[in-house]
Every structure is written in C-alpha cells, then in structure tokens.
C-alpha cells in the first residue's frame, strides 16, 4: 500500500481545514487508517483512526473538533479539521495497516505503511 497525503495549509486560528490520504494497492476496506501528527522538537503523536469496520477513536484533545472517515470506493481516508487551534500545527501523516489490533491503534509503530505528512500551520 502506498500512501499519498495533501490538504495541509497555513490558516488562522478557528479555521478549517480537510486533510487527505489517498492509498493506492488492493484491499483498502481492510486497513486501519490512522492520522498521526508530529510537531518540531516532539515524537510522533496519534490524532485519530478509523478501523475496517469503521469505528473511530482520537485523542482527547481533538476530540469534538476533528472528524476521521473514509470513502472505501475512492481508496481515501479524511481528517476534518475544525476550530483549529496553534497547538495543532504538526506534520500530520496517515498511515494504514491491515492486522494491527485494538489495543496498538495508538502506537505508531504498529503500522505498516506510512505516507509523505502533509504539513498543517495554525497561526495569527
């Protein structure tokens, strides 16, 4: 699987903005798909997942503003982004594996597959 993400951009702090991740390779609706971001100076951190099944998970501080989904016809995973804030100006990556299981969704290692980030800039 092959990973290409775009969308990121520098906008103002309560703009929006929609991430994208576009997979190539067969078998897409059987990833977990995952955006992680990683900003200068820290380690990769999780933002949110959407599993096969299509139930999702995000880390506390994104919750109610950021929205994962998935269109399994176009190969494509998303991450809507509200009410951004600068604390969340990152490389943001997604990534996708086919066998990680529950309890690793969050850990970056667990994943396979990885696209180029894309970078999100939130600033006044």
């Known amino acids: 699987v092959q990973l290409q993400a775009s969308g990121g951009g520098l906008v103002q702090p309560g703009d929006s903005l929609r991430l994208s991740c576009a997979a190539s390779?067969?078998?897409?609706?059987?990833?977990?798909l995952g955006w992680f971001r990683q900003a200068p100076g820290r380690e990769r951190e999780f933002v949110a997942v959407?599993?096969?099944?299509?139930?999702?998970y995000y880390t506390d501080s994104v919750k109610g503003r950021f929205t994962i989904s998935r269109d399994n016809a176009k190969n494509t995973v998303y991450l809507q982004m509200n009410s951004l804030k600068p604390d969340d100006t990152a490389v943001y990556y997604c990534?996708?594996?086919?066998?990680?299981?529950?309890?690793?969704?969050?850990?970056?290692?667990?994943?396979?597959?990885w696209g180029q980030g894309t970078q999100v800039t939130v600033s006044s």
């Open positions: 990534a996708a594996d086919q066998r990680i299981i529950l309890s690793s969704l969050r850990a970056p290692e667990h994943y396979d597959y």
């Open positions: 390779g067969h078998s897409f609706n059987r990833y977990t």
């Open positions: 959407i599993r096969y099944n299509s139930h999702t």
